[in-house]
């Protein structure tokens, strides 16, 4: 199985598995694309998740030895010191963290695109983990388009 319901357009989270204050939202106002979104949020030092399982054989091999993974991620609350952090299991890298004072606060979309280097998987099944770590103040997201690609 390679990455499905990236979208969320399927009107329900699965295959997606949540964890925490996760809601699937039907608005087409609030979606980057299409009507679906995921609205994640944590208080205080709490913590939110999405994951999905990836087969990376079913997702066609990287020429140049790298996947992709790309998603837009909305900041939907002010100061905080929290952060998204983004793993799979079976990887030998570091994960991807992302500093929540990073994303600016405004009422759009931005884009992560990181590269992943195929040789760091120790087997061909992973499990893609988006999950949001409150700090000393509550934070939430809107998520959409979640890609996960060879280039």
Do not use: H
């Not at 020429?63 to 837009?72: A, P, Q």
């Not at 061909?124 to 770590?133: A, K, M, V, Y």
């Amino acid at each position: 199985m390679s990455l499905t319901n990236g979208g969320f357009e399927q009107g329900v989270l699965l295959p997606w598995r949540d964890t925490g204050n996760v809601s699937l939202i039907k608005s087409s106002i609030g979606a980057r694309t299409g009507q679906y979104y995921v609205y994640m949020s944590a208080r205080r030092f709490g913590t939110a998740s999405i994951s999905q399982y990836i087969n990376l054989r079913d997702v066609p091999r990287p020429t140049e030895g790298n996947y992709e993974l790309i998603f837009f991620i909305t900041r939907l609350t002010g100061f905080t010191d929290g952060r998204i952090v983004v793993s799979f299991s079976n990887y030998l890298g570091a994960p991807i963290i992302i500093p929540y004072d990073n994303i600016p606060y405004e009422n759009k979309y931005f884009r992560f695109a990181y590269r992943i280097p195929m040789n760091g998987f120790r087997s061909s099944l992973t499990d893609l983990r988006i999950e949001i770590n409150a700090g000393a103040e509550s934070m939430a997201v809107r998520l959409d388009d979640v890609y996960f690609c060879p280039c």
